[in-house]
Structure formats: structure tokens, C-alpha cells
């Protein structure tokens, strides 16, 4: 059953204020940003509709069907409250189940702040023409002393006012807006307004306070809960009317939906996706890739939102410390194996990480608060040895990003590496069985680094590998330079090989180095040597010849791959 109520905008911030409107845990936190709240509060002052809000009602003295948070008023990116629980509860309280980003702006923009700033309104816009001025500022001296009249014929001057303090004095005014008018026309009465400014604020006062303050303009359908059922059938209901409702308005993700069931069974859901596994989003595992993580965990690689249950939830719960120290235990193994810097700065594909802790939470074997150090003597660690040779070749040969020969590397190279290393729990990482999954599929794979096909290898793995540090793509630079090989017939195959590349500051390619022979450019250089070993260029300054450009990538390409062999074998 539900019930349809029109209320008053000014209403439903007394409900937020007093509690009686809360956030289920369930709801994520704020995504909105300035622009779109304040497009919100446009179209309020418009008199066009923003859509109802969906809530869910929960009675006093009853168990609360879910944890709870209240609205954040002055919200700072990511602040975070979580929701708490209680035994009894105290009062009759509604769940916004849809509508949670228009009534927190609200509630920030008529009483609070984001990020530091308050919401101002422009009392001099052009209300007759419906444009209506509002902007987020720490002080109205950041806003604009002009801006265009509408029909664009010259400028017009403003008056910024803070949208909580009109909204202050109209609530202790009665809405009494012609009150308000007056005083904010004493108090800036050394503007010395025209009739016409002075008809503006008026007006535009008036439909701020009718908007805001009188008009029954929000329209609140409250869903009952179903007493005669459990509290984890109504809460099941609760979030399929949540993921139905959220077909539009800001979308979330299916794993935000996932997360979202996972929290209505436990609030401790909550800290967990958003606070314990914060120390992993430098290597790019964020909430999206835990509840994959949690799901592998379980040697499930593909879990739909309808086949979660509540042994997700406790499996967390029950392992949750288990499955932080796993993690703790892939960034120890990055850092050991030097790796940790691609990992956090080219943001490549997470799913080695996946299976790094993956093999580290199945070692039981290894106790829970030993496994975050389980990399701390590498070179007595036989399965440090295996994961490093798995990754590195998996990297080099575009593994994790290969599509083709039926092979998608997030659906079908989890699913049967995921296959292999079940049976390998508590033993030694299964690199070679995985090897064969590779061959055997068949993927265009070899376990040795091979010279043939050097331009067929990941070129940003490749790059770090070499240099070990990020790059920019403009950075990437022609050894032997393009234009002079394109005149000497070279096809533009053999000059954008991986063997004529390096990186280059783009200022210089583009400034010193543009269109100078090799060898000119490295004997004008104060440090010849230091140049050579970096870019890995051969010290025989026949080959910086372009005539000798063939000779050059022959032993370019040995230099090359006699670096990435080292990198293997460290």
C-alpha cells in the first residue's frame, strides 16, 4: 500500500532537520555537484516540475527494517556519515527510497554548504524572462559584479544574496515576503536601486517565497512495509523498488545495487565498502572491484543482483579481516616486485590483483594477521617467484586486455583462471597450469620473450619497463626522426615500430630534436652516456646514421628485449 502526499518544500526540510526523514543504508552517498543542484533550484523558481519522492515508512516501537543516517547540511567530499542502528524505534520515520540527491540539495542549499561554499541567489535577475541567477561562492565577493541582460543588448549589475539566510527570514517573516523585501532594501540601501531593480528584488523575493515557502510543489508517495512478512523479505522488496525507481534520475551502477543489497543486510556492509578498503584505491580497487573481489573469493566469477543472498553478507562479515590483510598482501607483493607505480599511475586491468588475493586468502596455511606481510622475504618465497613470472608475461602480452579468439579477459579469462587456481588453494601459485590455459585456448602467448614480436607486446607495459614512470602519449617520440625516414622511402610501418621509440619531453621533440639527424642531436648533448643508457640506443654512432636506419633496430630490438629479460629474471 501506499500514500501520495503534496507537501510543502519547506516542510520536508523540517522533516530532515527533526530525523523524520533518514537515509537506509542502503542509499549511497551524495554524487551530486554544484551544477545540477543548482539547475534543481532553477527550476523550482521556475514553477517546473522536479519529480516525486519515493519513501518507505517505519513505525515507532517497531525494529527499524533498516540502519539508518540522517541528510549531511554542510557537506564536504568525502565526509562521510554512517548509519547507525537502534533496537526500538523512537518515533515514526520515513526512508527516502528515491529522491535522495533532490533533497539533499535542498537541505544544503537552503540551510548548509558544499564543500565550504553557500548557495547564493541573484535578487537583480530577470525574473519576467525566467532567468534566474544562482550560484555555490564563499563569499558573494567571488561572483560576478555583472553579467549580460538577457536579450544580450549590455550588462546589468547583481545582488547576491545567500539563499539559507532568505530563507531564514521568510520562515520568521510567516512568508511575509514584503517584509523580508523591505529589509534587505535597507539593508542595502547605498545601492541606490531604480524602480525598476527595487520591482526585481521584489518579484523575485515573492517567487522564492511562494517556490519554497507556500507552494505544495513536492510530492512525497510513501510505500508501506508489509508487516505480515520477515524484516529480510521487506527488505528485499525495499531494494528491488529501489533499483526499479532508479531507472532514471542519476543512474547507479549494477555493482551499486549490489552494494546496495549487500548494506541492507548488514550496516557493517556499509563501513566496509566505503571505508576499510579506502587504502586500496591507489591500485584501482574502489567498491565496484571488492564486491567482485568478495564474489571471487567464493569461486563465483559472475554474480547477478538477483543471486545475492545473505551468505554475501556474513561471508564479509565472518572474513572481513581476512580479506583486508589479503589485499594488503597485493600491494606488499607490487612494491616487492616494483610494480606498484604502474599499477597506481597507468591504472591497467585489476584482475592479477584479484587472483594475487585470491591465492593469499585461500592459504590457510598462513594465519589472517600474517598474510598483509606474506611478501616480506621475497627470496625465499617460491610463490612470489610464480606470481611475478605470471604477471609480468601476462602484462607484456595484453592478457588482461585481449579480446578475440573468444577470449574476453573479464568473462572468459576470469572464469577459467579462476577454474585452475580453486584447485590450487594452499599450494603453490599455479603459473604453469595457467600458462596452458592460455596456450591451450589458444591465445597468441609464449613464455619466452621473443624478439619477433616486439611490437605486438603492451606498449605502456612495455614503456614502464623501461623507464618506470608514467608517461604522456605526446611524450612518445621517434628515435630516428619520421620525416627524414619518410623521405628516404621508409615505410611507415618500419619507422613506427617499437624499436624507433622513446620518450621525450614534447617540448623537445618538438623544439632541439625536430627533424635533426640522430646523430647530430646526440653529439650536441652535454650528457651523451647518461641519454644512450636511459633510452636504451646503441653506443655505435654509425647506426644514429638514418642511412643505417635497419642495422639501428636490429640492435635496438636486442637492447630492448635484453632489458625486458632482466626485468623477468630479477
Same mark, same amino acid.
Given at each position: =500500500?501506499?500514500?501520495?502526499?503534496?507537501?510543502?518544500? =519547506?516542510?520536508?526540510?523540517?522533516?530532515?532537520?527533526?530525523?523524520?526523514?533518514?537515509?537506509?543504508?542502503?542509499?549511497?552517498?551524495?554524487?551530486?555537484?554544484?551544477? !545540477? =543542484?543548482?539547475?534543481?533550484?532553477?527550476?523550482?523558481?521556475?514553477?517546473?516540475?522536479?519529480?516525486?519522492?519515493?519513501?518507505?515508512?517505519?513505525?515507532?516501537?517497531?525494529?527499524?527494517?533498516?540502519?539508518?543516517?540522517?541528510?549531511?547540511?554542510?557537506?564536504?567530499?568525502?565526509?562521510?556519515?554512517? #548509519?547507525?542502528? #537502534?533496537?526500538?524505534? #523512537?518515533?515514526?520515520?520515513?526512508?527516502?527510497?528515491?529522491?535522495?540527491?533532490?533533497?539533499?540539495?535542498? /537541505?544544503?542549499?537552503?540551510?548548509?554548504?558544499?564543500?565550504?561554499?553557500?548557495?547564493? @541567489?541573484?535578487?537583480?535577475?530577470?525574473?519576467?524572462?525566467?532567468?534566474?541567477?544562482?550560484?555555490?561562492?564563499?563569499? #558573494?565577493?567571488?561572483?560576478?559584479?555583472?553579467?549580460?541582460?538577457?536579450?544580450?543588448?549590455?550588462?546589468?549589475?547583481?545582488?547576491?544574496?545567500?539563499?539559507?539566510?532568505?530563507?531564514?527570514?521568510?520562515?520568521?517573516?510567516?512568508?511575509?515576503?514584503?517584509?523580508?523585501?523591505?529589509?534587505?532594501? +535597507?539593508?542595502?540601501?547605498?545601492?541606490?536601486?531604480?524602480?525598476?531593480?527595487?520591482?526585481?528584488?521584489?518579484? &523575485?523575493?515573492?517567487? @522564492? &517565497?511562494?517556490?519554497?515557502?507556500?507552494?505544495?510543489?513536492?510530492?512525497?508517495?510513501?510505500?508501506?512495509?508489509?508487516?505480515?512478512?520477515?524484516?529480510?523479505?521487506?527488505?528485499?522488496?525495499?531494494?528491488?523498488?529501489?533499483?526499479?525507481?532508479?531507472?532514471?534520475?542519476?543512474?547507479?551502477?549494477?555493482?551499486?545495487?549490489?552494494?546496495?543489497?549487500?548494506?541492507?543486510?548488514?550496516?557493517?556492509?556499509?563501513?566496509?565498502? *566505503?571505508?576499510?578498503?579506502?587504502?586500496?584505491?591507489?591500485?584501482?580497487?574502489?567498491?565496484?572491484?571488492?564486491?567482485?573481489?568478495?564474489?571471487?573469493?567464493?569461486?563465483?566469477?559472475? !554474480?547477478?543482483?538477483?543471486?545475492?543472498?545473505?551468505?554475501?553478507?556474513?561471508?564479509?562479515?565472518?572474513?572481513?579481516?581476512?580479506?583486508?590483510?589479503?589485499?594488503?598482501?597485493?600491494?606488499? @607483493?607490487?612494491?616487492?616486485?616494483?610494480?606498484?607505480?604502474?599499477?597506481?599511475?597507468?591504472?591497467?586491468?585489476?584482475?592479477?590483483?584479484?587472483?594475487?588475493? +585470491?591465492?593469499?586468502?585461500?592459504? !590457510?596455511?598462513?594465519?589472517?594477521?600474517?598474510?598483509?606481510? *606474506?611478501?616480506?622475504?621475497?627470496?625465499?618465497?617460491?610463490? +612470489? !617467484?610464480? =606470481?611475478?613470472?605470471?604477471? +609480468?608475461?601476462?602484462?607484456?602480452?595484453?592478457?588482461?586486455?585481449?579480446?578475440?579468439?573468444?577470449?574476453?579477459?573479464?568473462?572468459?579469462?576470469?572464469?577459467?583462471?579462476?577454474?585452475?587456481?580453486?584447485?590450487?588453494?594452499?599450494?603453490?601459485?599455479?603459473?604453469?597450469? $595457467?600458462?596452458?590455459?592460455?596456450?591451450?585456448?589458444?591465445?597468441?602467448?609464449?613464455?619466452?620473450?621473443?624478439?619477433?614480436?616486439?611490437?605486438?607486446?603492451?606498449?605502456?607495459?612495455?614503456? *614502464?619497463?623501461?623507464?618506470?614512470?608514467?608517461?604522456?602519449?605526446?611524450?612518445?617520440?621517434?628515435?630516428?626522426?619520421?620525416?627524414?625516414?619518410?623521405?628516404?622511402? /621508409?615505410?611507415?610501418?618500419?619507422?613506427?615500430?617499437?624499436?624507433?621509440?622513446?620518450?621525450?619531453?614534447?617540448?623537445?621533440?618538438?623544439?632541439?630534436?625536430?627533424?635533426?639527424?640522430?646523430?647530430?642531436? $646526440?653529439?650536441?648533448?652535454?650528457?651523451?652516456?647518461? *641519454?644512450?643508457?636511459?633510452?636504451?640506443?646503441?653506443? &655505435?654512432?654509425?647506426?644514429?646514421?638514418?642511412?643505417?636506419?635497419?642495422?639501428?633496430?636490429?640492435?635496438?630490438?636486442?637492447?630492448?628485449?635484453?632489458?625486458?629479460?632482466?626485468?623477468? &629474471?630479477?
Amino acid at each position: =500500500m501506499a500514500n501520495w502526499e503534496d507537501l510543502r518544500i =519547506m516542510d520536508v526540510i523540517e522533516k530532515i532537520q527533526k530525523e523524520e526523514i533518514v537515509l537506509p543504508v542502503i542509499q549511497r552517498e551524495l554524487v551530486w555537484d554544484e551544477e !545540477k =543542484m543548482v539547475l534543481l533550484f532553477d527550476t523550482v523558481l521556475r514553477g517546473d516540475s522536479f519529480g516525486a519522492i519515493m519513501t518507505l515508512k517505519d513505525w515507532r516501537g517497531k525494529e527499524p527494517l533498516f540502519e539508518y543516517r540522517p541528510f549531511i547540511k554542510d557537506y564536504t567530499k568525502g565526509a562521510f556519515i554512517f #548509519s547507525t542502528k #537502534s533496537e526500538k524505534l #523512537s518515533k515514526d520515520i520515513s526512508y527516502v527510497i528515491d529522491g535522495q540527491q533532490r533533497l539533499s540539495a535542498f /537541505y544544503i542549499g537552503l540551510t548548509g554548504s558544499y564543500n565550504g561554499k553557500e548557495l547564493y @541567489f541573484d535578487l537583480l535577475s530577470e525574473w519576467d524572462k525566467e532567468d534566474f541567477y544562482l550560484d555555490f561562492a564563499v563569499s #558573494s565577493n567571488n561572483l560576478k559584479k555583472q553579467v549580460d541582460i538577457s536579450d544580450g543588448n549590455g550588462k546589468r549589475r547583481t545582488l547576491w544574496y545567500k539563499v539559507k539566510d532568505l530563507f531564514s527570514q521568510l520562515k520568521k517573516a510567516g512568508g511575509q515576503y514584503k517584509f523580508v523585501v523591505n529589509q534587505i532594501l +535597507y539593508q542595502y540601501k547605498d545601492n541606490n536601486f531604480t524602480d525598476e531593480e527595487k520591482e526585481r528584488i521584489r518579484e &523575485n523575493v515573492d517567487i @522564492f &517565497n511562494t517556490q519554497f515557502l507556500n507552494s505544495k510543489n513536492l510530492g512525497i508517495c510513501e510505500v508501506m512495509i508489509n508487516f505480515e512478512k520477515d524484516i529480510y523479505w521487506n527488505r528485499r522488496k525495499a531494494v528491488e523498488l529501489f533499483r526499479r525507481l532508479n531507472q532514471g534520475g542519476t543512474r547507479l551502477s549494477a555493482l551499486d545495487l549490489m552494494a546496495s543489497i549487500l548494506k541492507s543486510f548488514s550496516a557493517e556492509n556499509e563501513k566496509f565498502l *566505503y571505508e576499510d578498503i579506502k587504502e586500496f584505491s591507489d591500485i584501482g580497487l574502489g567498491q565496484d572491484e571488492i564486491i567482485k573481489y568478495v564474489f571471487l573469493l567464493q569461486d563465483n566469477h559472475r !554474480k547477478e543482483i538477483t543471486d545475492i543472498e545473505k551468505s554475501d553478507s556474513d561471508f564479509i562479515q565472518s572474513n572481513k579481516d581476512r580479506i583486508i590483510n589479503s589485499l594488503r598482501g597485493v600491494k606488499q @607483493f607490487l612494491k616487492a616486485s616494483g610494480l606498484y607505480d604502474f599499477f597506481a599511475e597507468q591504472k591497467p586491468s585489476v584482475i592479477p590483483l584479484y587472483f594475487i588475493g +585470491y591465492h593469499l586468502f585461500h592459504k !590457510k596455511s598462513v594465519k589472517t594477521e600474517d598474510i598483509k606481510d *606474506y611478501f616480506r622475504d621475497v627470496e625465499k618465497n617460491i610463490d +612470489y !617467484k610464480l =606470481m611475478y613470472r605470471w604477471v +609480468y608475461l601476462s602484462l607484456l602480452q595484453k592478457i588482461f586486455r585481449r579480446r578475440g579468439a573468444g577470449w574476453i579477459a573479464y568473462k572468459t579469462g576470469i572464469r577459467k583462471i579462476l577454474e585452475v587456481l580453486k584447485n590450487y588453494k594452499d599450494k603453490e601459485f599455479p603459473t604453469n597450469e $595457467i600458462f596452458k590455459v592460455y596456450i591451450d585456448h589458444p591465445l597468441h602467448f609464449k613464455e619466452e620473450i621473443d624478439e619477433n614480436r616486439l611490437d605486438d607486446y603492451d606498449f605502456d607495459f612495455l614503456m *614502464y619497463v623501461i623507464y618506470g614512470k608514467k608517461f604522456r602519449k605526446e611524450d612518445v617520440d621517434h628515435i630516428h626522426p619520421y620525416s627524414i625516414l619518410k623521405a628516404k622511402g /621508409y615505410d611507415p610501418d618500419k619507422i613506427n615500430t617499437v624499436a624507433n621509440y622513446q620518450l621525450l619531453d614534447y617540448g623537445i621533440n618538438r623544439g632541439d630534436k625536430n627533424n635533426k639527424e640522430l646523430k647530430e642531436w $646526440i653529439n650536441s648533448l652535454p650528457n651523451k652516456e647518461d *641519454y644512450l643508457k636511459r633510452h636504451l640506443i646503441p653506443n &655505435n654512432s654509425d647506426l644514429w646514421v638514418s642511412d643505417n636506419y635497419e642495422r639501428f633496430l636490429e640492435e635496438r630490438k636486442k637492447l630492448v628485449i635484453k632489458k625486458l629479460w632482466e626485468k623477468l &629474471n630479477i
